[in-house]
């Protein structure tokens, strides 16, 4: 694909006064999986906001030598930036089929709008495969079981042909089988791409991040592998509770993340 | 059945034609041939408010405003036509020395005023809708200015009476294209005319929902984000919704003027429009044949009823709308759908209050 990498570099958004994000610089490479992590209000989903130009912003978001910041959004998705949301957004009146076919649309010329779709694109057919959706080519998106619609989302990515996959939540209410099964997809797509995962779930992470950077009031708090992040005090601090500003999202999440710091990694 | 589905509907357009083309003109009076035409101009602008509405999700509340724009432009025509050399006699009433308007002038060439016809409503609803859509503006914020437009244009129409006929709006048009209008064949002439351009419009309609275009308009319609984050500009998606639903109000608009014989701000403004947008929720917004059949039982309704008990039909016309939106949102053509649904399970869920009210509030944005 590419070896262009994401850099982001002192990104600062601001929302009427409120700073959601001040300053975070992180990067992200093709063959790793990378996570954003993070306590609720540390302004994660607002950096992808940002990068993908759904939120206006100050810094720089570069893909290779590309500027995103400033760009229009359906201009940064033609560079080969995909995102999904936190709420799965399929086109639910559509099958399947229907939903890819429009993601992978756009290297198409224009003037194939006007015709009907004959035959299923190779593209497609890979996409489908990769996420286990084969079987559900003609099944209407809205009657997918919420796992599946986020498989979808990532398969239309896929399509898509994107670079750098930008997922905001994807294991949110999912299964445990699901979320293993999410996750060794992530690893495998993220082979050629970059794949930058917003996640609260600290399990999930552990399993299967390359890298992790964790975001704090809109601040970068600790950037590194998952063994560093854990054992850095600071994250330790706000994870505890003792910054004021956990949640009890993140409070739930303790234990394992102390259990976690004196066992050996796994990989 | 979803590869036989598009022939099906195909198959329902060829009966439809046979109907309207071959059956009609043995079976029905001049008269009822000239209500019918009526109504098949009705029925053309209903065809692309499906479009705009029932698949784009863009309430078109101001259709009025490009029926006019091919109604008065053939109504201009004929006008010339009929006065020959000399100026259209309403002008003359108010000035007998007043010169013909600058902007009539070219109406007196046929070539020009079936352009016009074709490329004003584009051309308006281009540039309205490459505003509104760039800047997102939708919803009932699009469905008011849609209206206020309509609305707008109609008092325009009335305050000029010495251009345009003001509420008199213009009529006693003797030929069409060299044609004697009070001629029965030419009658039925105009009347197969307006009826094979339904019967146009909706394999045109047919084609774009069985295309890839149709489901990324319908795609747009459910979730615009998602749409622009697969690398489209909804804005262009619809915009091109926008300007066919565009031509076909104003196609269906240039028929009616030869057929009713009279054009006035009546037929254009707030009221006008909102009927046009009934028929098409009373037969099913999002279907191919929905439209066109709604719009045609309402202007049917609106001549035999709205004729011999005007003050009840009102009440009729309403009371439909809201049994409609309350019971059918998707309207009468949803209807085998789910007798098909209640045969399967044979006692469905009674929709919950506040699935209803989702509904409801589907229909209004």
């Given at each position: 694909m590419?070896d262009a990498?994401?850099?982001?570099?002192?990104?600062?958004?601001?929302?009427?006064g409120f700073?959601?994000v001040?300053?975070?610089s992180?990067d992200?490479h093709?063959?790793?999986?990378?996570?954003?992590i993070g306590p609720n209000?540390a302004?994660?989903?607002t950096c992808i906001?940002?990068?993908?130009?759904?939120s206006r912003a100050?810094g720089s978001a570069?893909?290779?030598d590309?500027?995103?910041?400033?760009?229009?959004?359906h201009?940064?998705v033609?560079?080969?930036?995909?995102?999904t949301f936190q709420t799965?957004?399929?086109?639910?009146?559509?099958?399947?089929?229907?939903?890819?076919?429009?993601?992978?649309?756009?290297?198409?010329?224009?003037?194939?709008l006007l015709r009907t779709?004959?035959g299923?694109?190779?593209s497609?057919?890979?996409?489908?495969?990769?996420?286990?959706?084969?079987?559900?080519?003609?099944?209407?998106a809205?009657?997918?079981?919420?796992g599946?619609?986020?498989w979808?989302e990532?398969?239309?990515?896929l399509?898509q042909?994107?670079?750098?996959?930008?997922?905001?939540?994807?294991v949110?209410?999912?299964?445990?089988d699901?979320?293993?099964?999410?996750?060794?997809?992530?690893?495998r797509i993220?082979?050629?791409?970059i794949?930058?995962v917003?996640e609260?779930?600290?399990?999930?992470m552990?399993?299967?991040?390359?890298?992790?950077?964790?975001?704090?009031?809109g601040k970068?708090?600790?950037q590194?592998?998952?063994a560093?992040?854990q054992?850095?005090?600071?994250?330790?601090?706000?994870?505890?509770?003792t910054?004021?500003?956990?949640?009890t999202?993140?409070?739930?999440?303790?234990p394992?993340?102390v259990?976690?710091?004196?066992q050996?990694?796994?990989? | 059945?979803?590869?036989?589905?598009?022939?099906?509907?195909?198959?329902?357009?060829?009966?439809?034609?046979?109907?309207?083309?071959?059956?009609?003109?043995l079976?029905?009076t001049?008269?009822?041939?000239?209500?019918?035409?009526?109504?098949?101009?009705?029925?053309?602008?209903?065809?692309?408010i499906?479009?705009?509405?029932?698949?784009?999700?863009m309430?078109?509340m101001?259709?009025?405003?490009f029926f006019?724009?091919?109604?008065?432009?053939?109504?201009?025509?004929l006008?010339l036509?009929?006065?020959?050399d000399?100026i259209?006699?309403f002008?003359?009433?108010?000035?007998?020395?007043a010169p013909?308007?600058a902007?009539?002038?070219?109406?007196r060439?046929a070539?020009?005023?079936?352009?016009?016809?074709?490329?004003l409503?584009v051309i308006?609803?281009g540039?309205?809708?490459?505003?509104?859509f760039k800047?997102?503006v939708?919803?009932?914020?699009?469905?008011i200015?849609?209206?206020a437009?309509?609305v707008?244009l109609?008092?325009?129409?009335?305050?000029t009476?010495r251009?345009t006929?003001?509420?008199?709006g213009?009529?006693?048009?003797?030929?069409?294209?060299?044609f004697?209008?009070?001629?029965p064949?030419n009658?039925?002439?105009?009347?197969?005319?307006?009826a094979g351009?339904l019967?146009?419009?909706?394999?045109?309609?047919?084609q774009?929902?069985?295309?890839?275009?149709g489901?990324?308009?319908v795609?747009t319609?459910?979730a615009?984000?998602?749409?622009r984050?697969?690398?489209?500009?909804?804005?262009n998606?619809?915009?091109?919704a926008?300007v066919?639903?565009a031509?076909m109000?104003s196609?269906?608009?240039?028929?009616?003027v030869?057929?009713?014989?009279i054009?006035?701000?009546?037929?254009?403004?707030?009221?006008?429009?909102?009927?046009?947008?009934a028929?098409?929720?009373?037969?099913g917004?999002a279907?191919?044949?929905?439209?066109?059949?709604?719009?045609m039982?309402?202007?049917?309704g609106?001549?035999?009823l709205?004729?011999?008990?005007?003050?009840?039909?009102?009440?009729?016309?309403g009371?439909l709308?809201i049994v409609?939106i309350?019971?059918l949102?998707?309207?009468?053509?949803?209807?085998?759908?789910?007798?098909?649904a209640a045969?399967?399970?044979?006692?469905?869920p009674?929709?919950?209050?506040a699935?209803?009210a989702?509904e409801l509030?589907?229909?209004?944005?």
């Amino acid at each position: 694909m590419t070896d262009a990498s994401l850099i982001v570099t002192d990104l600062h958004v601001e929302f009427s006064g409120f700073v959601a994000v001040g300053g975070v610089s992180f990067d992200a490479h093709p063959g790793e999986v990378r996570f954003l992590i993070g306590p609720n209000g540390a302004g994660k989903t607002t950096c992808i906001d940002a990068i993908t130009g759904l939120s206006r912003a100050t810094g720089s978001a570069r893909l290779g030598d590309r500027e995103l910041l400033g760009t229009p959004v359906h201009k940064i998705v033609r560079l080969g930036i995909g995102r999904t949301f936190q709420t799965a957004s399929v086109f639910d009146e559509l099958t399947v089929l229907q939903n890819l076919d429009i993601a992978a649309g756009r290297h198409r010329p224009w003037t194939s709008l006007l015709r009907t779709r004959r035959g299923v694109d190779p593209s497609i057919e890979r996409a489908l495969e990769e996420t286990g959706l084969t079987a559900e080519l003609a099944t209407p998106a809205g009657i997918l079981s919420h796992g599946q619609k986020q498989w979808l989302e990532i398969a239309m990515l896929l399509v898509q042909d994107a670079k750098v996959l930008l997922l905001d939540e994807p294991v949110a209410g999912m299964s445990q089988d699901e979320r293993t099964a999410t996750g060794e997809l992530l690893q495998r797509i993220a082979a050629k791409r970059i794949v930058l995962v917003v996640e609260h779930d600290m399990d999930f992470m552990r399993r299967f991040a390359t890298r992790v950077t964790v975001l704090h009031q809109g601040k970068v708090l600790s950037q590194g592998t998952v063994a560093e992040v854990q054992a850095d005090p600071k994250v330790q601090e706000v994870y505890l509770g003792t910054a004021g500003a956990a949640t009890t999202a993140a409070m739930a999440v303790v234990p394992e993340t102390v259990a976690a710091m004196h066992q050996p990694e796994e990989n | 059945m979803t590869k036989l589905k598009p022939w099906i509907s195909l198959g329902g357009i060829g009966v439809f034609a046979f109907l309207l083309l071959g059956v009609a003109p043995l079976v029905l009076t001049d008269h009822w041939i000239n209500n019918l035409g009526k109504y098949c101009c009705w029925a053309i602008v209903a065809v692309g408010i499906g479009l705009a509405w029932g698949r784009g999700g863009m309430l078109v509340m101001g259709q009025g405003v490009f029926f006019a724009l091919g109604a008065y432009a053939m109504a201009m025509h004929l006008t010339l036509e009929t006065a020959g050399d000399r100026i259209p006699g309403f002008m003359v009433l108010y000035d007998p020395l007043a010169p013909l308007p600058a902007f009539w002038e070219p109406f007196r060439s046929a070539g020009f005023t079936l352009l016009a016809i074709v490329l004003l409503p584009v051309i308006v609803s281009g540039i309205l809708g490459y505003a509104l859509f760039k800047r997102r503006v939708k919803g009932a914020y699009f469905a008011i200015l849609s209206q206020a437009l309509a609305v707008a244009l109609a008092t325009l129409i009335s305050s000029t009476i010495r251009q345009t006929g003001g509420d008199t709006g213009l009529s006693d048009f003797k030929y069409f294209f060299g044609f004697v209008l009070n001629d029965p064949a030419n009658k039925l002439l105009v009347y197969l005319i307006a009826a094979g351009l339904l019967v146009v419009c909706l394999l045109a309609v047919w084609q774009l929902y069985r295309s890839r275009f149709g489901e990324l308009l319908v795609a747009t319609r459910d979730a615009e984000e998602r749409v622009r984050f697969l690398g489209y500009d909804p804005a262009n998606v619809k915009l091109v919704a926008f300007v066919a639903s565009a031509l076909m109000a104003s196609i269906g608009g240039a028929m009616f003027v030869p057929i009713v014989g009279i054009i006035t701000p009546a037929e254009i403004g707030a009221a006008a429009s909102i009927l046009m947008i009934a028929g098409v929720a009373l037969g099913g917004r999002a279907s191919l044949f929905g439209p066109a059949l709604g719009a045609m039982a309402v202007g049917w309704g609106q001549s035999s009823l709205g004729s011999t008990w005007p003050d009840g039909w009102t009440y009729i016309l309403g009371l439909l709308f809201i049994v409609v939106i309350l019971f059918l949102p998707n309207g009468l053509s949803s209807l085998p759908a789910r007798f098909a649904a209640a045969r399967r399970s044979p006692a469905p869920p009674p929709p919950t209050p506040a699935a209803a009210a989702a509904e409801l509030e589907g229909v209004r944005s």
